[in-house]
Protein backbone atom coordinates (compact mmCIF):
# COMPACT_ATOMS: atom_id res chain seq x y z
CA UNK A 1 0.00 0.00 0.00
CA UNK A 2 3.28 2.39 0.95
CA UNK A 3 4.20 2.14 -2.90
CA UNK A 4 1.03 3.30 -3.67
CA UNK A 5 1.04 6.37 -2.05
CA UNK A 6 3.79 7.56 -0.29
CA UNK A 7 1.86 9.96 2.25
CA UNK A 8 0.77 6.42 3.32
CA UNK A 9 2.21 4.27 6.13
CA UNK A 10 0.86 0.65 6.78
CA UNK A 11 2.31 -1.15 10.11
CA UNK A 12 2.04 -4.90 9.98
CA UNK A 13 0.94 -6.54 13.10
CA UNK A 14 0.06 -10.20 11.60
CA UNK A 15 1.63 -12.99 12.96
CA UNK A 16 1.71 -16.78 11.57
CA UNK A 17 -1.21 -18.50 13.25
CA UNK A 18 -2.74 -16.10 15.76
CA UNK A 19 -6.65 -16.27 15.34
CA UNK A 20 -9.03 -13.02 15.61
CA UNK A 21 -8.70 -13.41 19.70
CA UNK A 22 -4.64 -13.02 19.61
CA UNK A 23 -4.42 -10.43 16.98
CA UNK A 24 -7.61 -8.15 19.23
CA UNK A 25 -4.89 -9.54 22.60
CA UNK A 26 -1.80 -7.81 20.41
CA UNK A 27 -3.93 -4.71 19.81
CA UNK A 28 -4.87 -3.91 23.16
CA UNK A 29 -0.98 -4.70 24.56
CA UNK A 30 0.76 -3.28 21.71
CA UNK A 31 -1.45 -1.52 18.29
CA UNK A 32 -3.14 1.00 19.61
CA UNK A 33 -0.01 3.05 21.23
CA UNK A 34 0.60 3.47 17.79
CA UNK A 35 -2.21 6.35 17.62
CA UNK A 36 -3.09 4.73 14.01
CA UNK A 37 -5.56 6.98 12.13
CA UNK A 38 -7.12 3.41 10.52
CA UNK A 39 -7.13 -0.24 11.85
CA UNK A 40 -7.38 -2.80 9.12
CA UNK A 41 -8.68 -5.54 11.12
CA UNK A 42 -7.70 -8.82 8.86
CA UNK A 43 -9.84 -11.95 9.35
CA UNK A 44 -8.80 -15.10 6.84
CA UNK A 45 -11.62 -17.28 6.28
CA UNK A 46 -10.58 -20.31 8.59
CA UNK A 47 -10.17 -18.26 11.75
CA UNK A 48 -13.15 -19.14 13.05
CA UNK A 49 -12.05 -22.56 13.49
CA UNK A 50 -9.27 -20.99 15.84
CA UNK A 51 -11.34 -18.88 18.33
CA UNK A 52 -12.43 -21.84 19.96
CA UNK A 53 -8.88 -23.73 19.94
CA UNK A 54 -6.26 -23.13 22.83
CA UNK A 55 -4.03 -25.87 21.50
CA UNK A 56 -2.89 -26.08 17.71
CA UNK A 57 -2.33 -30.19 17.58
CA UNK A 58 -6.31 -30.95 18.59
CA UNK A 59 -7.25 -28.66 15.58
CA UNK A 60 -4.73 -29.34 12.76
CA UNK A 61 -2.51 -32.43 14.01
CA UNK A 62 0.21 -31.98 11.36
CA UNK A 63 0.68 -28.18 12.44
CA UNK A 64 4.14 -26.54 12.50
CA UNK A 65 3.32 -24.55 15.03
CA UNK A 66 2.45 -27.17 18.18
CA UNK A 67 1.77 -24.11 20.52
CA UNK A 68 -1.06 -23.57 23.05
CA UNK A 69 -3.30 -20.04 22.65
CA UNK A 70 -5.67 -18.37 25.21
CA UNK A 71 -8.94 -17.74 24.04
CA UNK A 72 -12.46 -15.95 24.83
CA UNK A 73 -15.64 -17.67 25.69
CA UNK A 74 -18.81 -16.03 26.74
CA UNK A 75 -19.96 -15.50 30.26
CA UNK A 76 -23.13 -13.66 31.17
CA UNK A 77 -23.21 -12.21 27.39
CA UNK A 78 -19.65 -10.77 28.09
CA UNK A 79 -16.21 -11.77 26.69
CA UNK A 80 -13.86 -13.21 29.52
CA UNK A 81 -10.39 -14.59 28.61
CA UNK A 82 -9.06 -18.08 29.38
CA UNK A 83 -5.47 -16.98 29.24
CA UNK A 84 -2.70 -19.57 27.28
CA UNK A 85 -2.27 -22.89 28.95
CA UNK A 86 1.43 -22.46 28.94
CA UNK A 87 3.24 -19.61 28.76
CA UNK A 88 6.86 -21.10 29.56
CA UNK A 89 9.20 -23.29 28.15
CA UNK A 90 8.56 -25.87 31.03
CA UNK A 91 4.95 -26.43 30.62
CA UNK A 92 5.92 -27.42 27.19
CA UNK A 93 8.14 -30.10 28.65
CA UNK A 94 5.78 -31.37 31.08
CA UNK A 95 3.07 -31.65 28.33
CA UNK A 96 5.34 -34.45 27.07
CA UNK A 97 5.72 -36.71 30.34
CA UNK A 98 2.01 -35.86 31.57
CA UNK A 99 -0.98 -36.87 30.74
CA UNK A 100 -2.73 -34.56 33.13
CA UNK A 101 -1.14 -31.57 31.29
CA UNK A 102 -2.15 -32.57 28.01
CA UNK A 103 -6.14 -32.45 29.35
CA UNK A 104 -5.73 -29.45 31.44
CA UNK A 105 -4.32 -27.81 27.64
CA UNK A 106 -7.91 -29.20 25.84
CA UNK A 107 -9.89 -28.54 29.00
CA UNK A 108 -11.53 -25.46 26.92
CA UNK A 109 -10.61 -26.90 23.13
CA UNK A 110 -13.22 -27.66 21.01
CA UNK A 111 -11.25 -30.19 18.95
CA UNK A 112 -10.02 -31.60 22.34
CA UNK A 113 -13.38 -32.01 23.43
CA UNK A 114 -14.88 -33.66 20.26
CA UNK A 115 -11.82 -35.84 19.30
CA UNK A 116 -9.61 -36.97 21.99
CA UNK A 117 -10.68 -39.19 25.09
CA UNK A 118 -7.62 -39.84 28.08
CA UNK A 119 -7.01 -43.29 29.04
CA UNK A 120 -4.70 -45.24 31.26
CA UNK A 121 -2.32 -45.88 27.79
CA UNK A 122 -1.59 -42.14 27.59
CA UNK A 123 1.59 -42.59 29.65
CA UNK A 124 3.48 -42.38 26.00
CA UNK A 125 3.61 -39.16 24.57
CA UNK A 126 4.45 -40.85 21.33
CA UNK A 127 0.75 -42.49 21.90
CA UNK A 128 -1.05 -39.10 22.88
CA UNK A 129 0.18 -37.36 19.98
CA UNK A 130 -0.66 -40.62 17.55
CA UNK A 131 -4.37 -40.28 19.05
CA UNK A 132 -4.71 -36.45 18.84
CA UNK A 133 -4.19 -37.37 14.94
CA UNK A 134 -6.30 -40.30 14.61
CA UNK A 135 -9.24 -40.15 16.69
CA UNK A 136 -12.72 -39.44 14.61
CA UNK A 137 -14.95 -36.70 15.60
CA UNK A 138 -17.37 -37.53 18.30
CA UNK A 139 -20.92 -37.09 17.38
CA UNK A 140 -22.92 -34.06 18.64
CA UNK A 141 -25.53 -32.08 18.01
CA UNK A 142 -25.41 -30.56 14.22
CA UNK A 143 -25.67 -27.20 16.22
CA UNK A 144 -22.30 -27.50 17.64
CA UNK A 145 -21.27 -27.64 14.01
CA UNK A 146 -18.73 -25.10 12.83
CA UNK A 147 -19.93 -24.82 9.47
CA UNK A 148 -23.42 -26.35 8.21
CA UNK A 149 -24.63 -26.56 4.52
CA UNK A 150 -21.00 -25.28 3.87
CA UNK A 151 -21.44 -21.76 5.58
CA UNK A 152 -20.97 -20.59 9.01
CA UNK A 153 -23.18 -21.86 11.46
CA UNK A 154 -24.32 -18.85 13.47
CA UNK A 155 -25.54 -20.78 16.64
CA UNK A 156 -22.52 -22.60 17.22
CA UNK A 157 -19.95 -21.63 19.66
CA UNK A 158 -17.24 -20.19 17.23
CA UNK A 159 -19.23 -17.89 15.62
CA UNK A 160 -21.09 -15.99 18.89
CA UNK A 161 -17.27 -15.47 20.04
CA UNK A 162 -15.95 -14.80 16.98
CA UNK A 163 -18.84 -11.88 16.32
CA UNK A 164 -18.69 -10.81 20.00
CA UNK A 165 -14.79 -10.18 19.80
CA UNK A 166 -15.62 -8.37 16.27
CA UNK A 167 -17.95 -6.21 18.62
CA UNK A 168 -14.99 -5.62 21.02
CA UNK A 169 -12.00 -5.04 18.57
CA UNK A 170 -14.34 -2.31 16.42
CA UNK A 171 -15.32 -0.32 19.30
CA UNK A 172 -12.01 -0.32 20.63
CA UNK A 173 -10.61 1.23 18.18
CA UNK A 174 -13.23 3.76 17.61
CA UNK A 175 -12.58 4.37 21.51
CA UNK A 176 -9.52 5.26 20.74
CA UNK A 177 -9.77 7.39 17.97
CA UNK A 178 -9.56 5.42 14.85
CA UNK A 179 -11.12 4.24 12.13
CA UNK A 180 -11.50 0.29 12.18
CA UNK A 181 -12.18 -1.42 8.63
CA UNK A 182 -12.25 -5.29 8.89
CA UNK A 183 -10.61 -7.30 6.16
CA UNK A 184 -12.22 -10.98 5.07
CA UNK A 185 -9.11 -12.54 3.68
CA UNK A 186 -10.54 -15.89 1.32
CA UNK A 187 -8.24 -18.78 0.95
CA UNK A 188 -7.73 -20.59 -2.12
CA UNK A 189 -11.18 -22.85 -1.84
CA UNK A 190 -13.10 -19.82 -0.95
CA UNK A 191 -12.23 -18.36 -4.19
CA UNK A 192 -12.17 -21.22 -6.39
CA UNK A 193 -15.90 -21.86 -5.08
CA UNK A 194 -16.80 -18.50 -5.61
CA UNK A 195 -15.78 -18.59 -9.63
CA UNK A 196 -17.49 -21.80 -9.72
CA UNK A 197 -20.99 -21.36 -7.32
CA UNK A 198 -21.24 -18.16 -6.24
CA UNK A 199 -21.24 -19.02 -2.68
CA UNK A 200 -18.98 -18.07 0.17
CA UNK A 201 -18.60 -19.83 3.44
CA UNK A 202 -18.37 -16.68 5.20
CA UNK A 203 -21.80 -15.10 3.80
CA UNK A 204 -23.30 -15.36 7.75
CA UNK A 205 -20.25 -13.42 8.68
CA UNK A 206 -20.80 -10.35 6.09
CA UNK A 207 -24.88 -10.31 7.24
CA UNK A 208 -23.64 -9.37 10.55
CA UNK A 209 -21.26 -6.72 9.85
CA UNK A 210 -24.08 -5.41 7.93
CA UNK A 211 -26.65 -5.72 10.67
CA UNK A 212 -23.82 -3.59 12.43
CA UNK A 213 -23.31 -1.09 10.30
CA UNK A 214 -19.43 -2.30 10.49
CA UNK A 215 -17.03 -1.02 7.58
CA UNK A 216 -15.22 -4.21 5.80
CA UNK A 217 -13.80 -5.30 2.74
CA UNK A 218 -14.44 -8.78 1.14
CA UNK A 219 -11.21 -9.20 -0.35
CA UNK A 220 -12.74 -12.03 -2.70
CA UNK A 221 -13.64 -9.41 -5.21
CA UNK A 222 -9.34 -8.12 -5.34
CA UNK A 223 -9.26 -10.93 -7.66
CA UNK A 224 -12.00 -10.89 -10.16
CA UNK A 225 -10.85 -12.16 -13.42
CA UNK A 226 -7.62 -13.77 -11.82
CA UNK A 227 -6.71 -17.14 -12.07
CA UNK A 228 -6.35 -18.89 -8.66
CA UNK A 229 -2.96 -20.74 -9.39
CA UNK A 230 -1.52 -17.41 -9.70
CA UNK A 231 -2.94 -16.46 -6.55
CA UNK A 232 -2.06 -18.87 -4.29
CA UNK A 233 1.02 -20.62 -2.97
CA UNK A 234 -0.20 -21.72 0.32
CA UNK A 235 -0.94 -17.95 1.55
CA UNK A 236 -0.94 -15.32 -0.88
CA UNK A 237 1.31 -15.08 -4.00
CA UNK A 238 3.25 -12.04 -4.83
CA UNK A 239 0.64 -11.19 -7.11
CA UNK A 240 -1.92 -11.96 -4.99
CA UNK A 241 -0.84 -9.56 -2.30
CA UNK A 242 -0.44 -7.12 -4.66
CA UNK A 243 -3.91 -7.17 -5.81
CA UNK A 244 -5.20 -7.09 -2.30
CA UNK A 245 -3.02 -4.32 -1.63
CA UNK A 246 -4.38 -2.48 -4.71
CA UNK A 247 -7.81 -3.23 -3.70
CA UNK A 248 -7.42 -2.04 0.06
CA UNK A 249 -5.38 1.38 -1.51
CA UNK A 250 -8.83 2.25 -3.61
CA UNK A 251 -10.79 1.84 -0.86
CA UNK A 252 -9.00 4.05 1.57
CA UNK A 253 -9.42 6.69 -1.40
CA UNK A 254 -12.85 6.07 -2.12
CA UNK A 255 -14.59 4.61 0.66
CA UNK A 256 -18.06 5.83 -0.93
CA UNK A 257 -17.43 4.01 -4.18
CA UNK A 258 -17.64 0.11 -2.11
Not at 55 to 77: S, W
Request: no cysteine; aromatic share 14%; glycine share 6%.
Amino acid sequence: MESYDSNREALNFGVPGFGLDQAYLRYLEEGRKYKPHTVLIGFMSKDIFRSVNTYRPFYNARTGLPLTKPRFVIEDGELSLIPNPMQKLQDYKTLLHSRDALSEAGIHDYYYNRRYASNIFDWSPTVRLAKIATYEIKKKSPSENIVINGQYNEKSEAFRVTTKIFDEFYNEVIDNGAMPIILIFPDESDVLRYQQQKEKIYSPLLSFFISRGYKYIDLMYAFDGADVKDLFAGHYTPLGNMLVAKHIHNYLNNPGNH
